[in-house]
C-alpha cells in the first residue's frame, strides 16, 4: 500500500509532481526549475514533492544543490550519448544493451494484454522477475552505484518526499519516504528501474511510472495547490478507462478541492524525449529548453504557488 505523506497530517499546503521522462526529462525538469527560480519563484520549498522515475532523481537533487549548480552541472558534463537510463515513467527505457523502441513494444504488449491498472502491474512485475531469474544477480549493485553518484547527498531531505515504485512481486504500488527504513539512493534505483527490478531486502521493485502513470499526482490528494511537470506532457500507454490518465487524475484533484497548473514541453522541444529520452547528448539542449519555459511561466505561477 502507499505510503502517506507525513505532512499530509499537518496543513498540506503546496505540493510539486516531477514526472518520468528518462535523462533527457530529467534534464528538462532541472531546466524547468531553475528557470522559475531565477525568475523569483521557488518550488523547490514545496510542502511535499513527489518523484516518479526521472522525477524521483530530479526530486532528490532539487533536495540537495540549487537549482543553478544542477543547471550548470548539465551544461558542463562530458559529452555522451545513449546511456543506461535515468527512469523512464513510461517504460521507455532501463539499464540494459536492448533498444529503446524493443523495451517499449513489450510494454506495450503487457499492457495490451492487460485487463486494468493492476492486472498491468501483476504483468510487468513478472516479467521483470524472468529477466531477474536469467541474470546474475549483480544488476541492482551496479545501478545503485549509478543512482547514488547522481546524487548530491545521500540522506534523505527534510522536507517530505515521496518517491513511486511497484513491488515486482505482489504488483502492489509503493511510496517511500524517509520514514519507510529505506536508503534515498535505493528508493530511487527502485523507481528508475522499468526493466530488470532493483532489489531492496529481500524484495524486488521496478519503475515508479508503472504504480499509475508517469506523474502519479494522485499522491498530491489533499494539498490546496498542485503543480505537475511532466516530460511527457501527460501521455499514456493506457487505455483511459482505466482512469490513470494525467488528465483524469487532476480533474479528481480539482474536484478534491486542489488548484492545479501543469508545465508541459512545448512544441519545439517534444522531439527530446520519448524514443530520444536515453540520450545524454540531448541533455543540454532539454535542459535549456525547460530553463527558457520555467522563465518564461515564472510569472503566471507566482500567485499560483505563493
Not at 502507499?2 to 499530509?8: E, G, L, V, Y
Not at 526529462?25 to 531565477?38: K, T, Y
Not at 502519479?216 to 482512469?243: C, I, K, M, Q, T
Request: proline share 5%; charged share 20%; with cysteine.
Amino acid at each position: 500500500m502507499d505510503a502517506t505523506p507525513s505532512s499530509s497530517l499537518h496543513s498540506p499546503k503546496r505540493a510539486l509532481v516531477l514526472g518520468g521522462g528518462g535523462s533527457t526529462g530529467n534534464a528538462w525538469l532541472i531546466g524547468v526549475i531553475a528557470g522559475l527560480f531565477e525568475a523569483g519563484l521557488d518550488v523547490t520549498t514545496a510542502d511535499l514533492t513527489i518523484g516518479t522515475s526521472a522525477g524521483s532523481t530530479a526530486a532528490a537533487q532539487i533536495a540537495g544543490a540549487t537549482p543553478a549548480e544542477l543547471l550548470a552541472n548539465i551544461f558542463n558534463a562530458v559529452p555522451q550519448h545513449r546511456s543506461a537510463p535515468l527512469g523512464s515513467g513510461a517504460g521507455a527505457g532501463r539499464a540494459s544493451a536492448r533498444p529503446v523502441v524493443n523495451h517499449l513494444e513489450r510494454i506495450t504488449k503487457i499492457i495490451s494484454d492487460a485487463q486494468d491498472v493492476a492486472d498491468m502491474r501483476r504483468r510487468l512485475g513478472a516479467a521483470a522477475l524472468e529477466l531477474h531469474a536469467a541474470s546474475d544477480g549483480s544488476w541492482s549493485i551496479q545501478w545503485r552505484t549509478t543512482v547514488a553518484a547522481r546524487l548530491p547527498g545521500q540522506h534523505w531531505p527534510e522536507r517530505p518526499v515521496l518517491i513511486t515504485a511497484v513491488n515486482a512481486r505482489t504488483g502492489g504500488p509503493v511510496a517511500f519516504d524517509r520514514h519507510s527504513g529505506v536508503d534515498l539512493a535505493d528508493a530511487i534505483a527502485a523507481s528508475c528501474s522499468s526493466g530488470l527490478p532493483y532489489k531492496i531486502g529481500d524484495d524486488l521493485y521496478i519503475d515508479g511510472g508503472f504504480r499509475s502513470n508517469a506523474e502519479n499526482a494522485d499522491l498530491a490528494a489533499g494539498y490546496e495547490r498542485v503543480l505537475v511537470l511532466s516530460p511527457f506532457g501527460g501521455r499514456s500507454l493506457h487505455p483511459f478507462e482505466w482512469g490513470t490518465h494525467l488528465a483524469t487524475q487532476l480533474d479528481e484533484l480539482r474536484a478534491g478541492g486542489s488548484r492545479v497548473e501543469t508545465i508541459f514541453p512545448d512544441s519545439d522541444s517534444e522531439h527530446l524525449f520519448g524514443a530520444n529520452a536515453m540520450d545524454l547528448s540531448l541533455r543540454p539542449p532539454a535542459a535549456r529548453a525547460g530553463y527558457e519555459q520555467g522563465k518564461a511561466l515564472a510569472g503566471q505561477l507566482t500567485g499560483f504557488w505563493s
